[in-house]
């Protein structure tokens, strides 16, 4: 792992929270390289809008309540487009048994852990899931898309798994969008796919109403 991916591998797993600073001297220590590399890695991270610059170094980004509704947005519209292509990949007879496994596999590892409380390891299966899908899609500017914005909203989604009733309703979302994609339907998986990533943000939404 270069230092990019793991500097911007603790962002993501909540090492350095939203709104922390991110001292270069700590990361430097941590990784056990010089300050060239993190520089640099900070600097990718910034355009990637994982940090950005503050008085004193630079600090992880925090979402406000507009910025997340536009990354949603923008997240169900590049899954919608995913699972369809996904679907008609299937229909083609393109996909092959094994992938639409691994497909399974990774909702059977997000609804596990989710229900036994591991939120940390369901939102890490949930995103894998969700790359399972954009992997079959076969479109990499699509996936390259989605990697961004899923880095952006992770906290977000993270919170979004302690609504009580959430883990439940997530886990039936990707058995329905697994069905419309085995059976080859673009439509309805399209259909799913948005719903699914409209109704986290619909929870996110009224979480913060409630804040």
Not at 102 to 107: F, M, S, T
Request: net charge negative; aromatic share 2%.
């Amino acid at each position: 792992m270069d230092v990019y991916e793991a500097v911007r591998h603790l962002i993501v797993l909540g090492t350095y929270p939203a709104g922390q600073p991110v001292a270069e001297v700590e990361l430097c220590e941590r990784l056990g390289v010089s300050r060239t590399p993190v520089r640099e890695a900070l600097r990718r991270l910034e355009s990637d809008g994982l940090v950005q610059a503050a008085r004193r170094g630079v600090t992880v980004v925090e979402l406000d309540a507009k910025a997340l509704r536009d990354a949603y947005l923008v997240r169900a519209c590049m899954e919608e487009l995913t699972a369809e292509l996904a679907a008609c990949r299937q229909r083609d007879g393109e996909l092959s048994p094994a992938s639409l496994l691994r497909l399974v596999e990774h909702a059977d590892l997000a609804g596990q852990a989710t229900q036994r409380g591991d939120l940390a390891a369901g939102v890490r299966h949930n995103q894998a899931f969700h790359q399972c899908i954009a992997t079959l899609a076969d479109n990499p500017t699509a996936s390259a898309v989605l990697d961004r914005i899923w880095d952006q909203i992770t906290i977000s989604t993270r919170a979004s798994l302690t609504s009580p009733a959430r883990p439940v309703r997530v886990d039936d979302e990707h058995r329905w969008l697994i069905e419309a994609i085995t059976a080859g339907d673009p439509q309805q998986a399209a259909a799913h796919a948005r719903e699914h990533v409209l109704s986290t943000m619909s929870v996110l939404t009224k979480q913060g109403e409630k804040a």
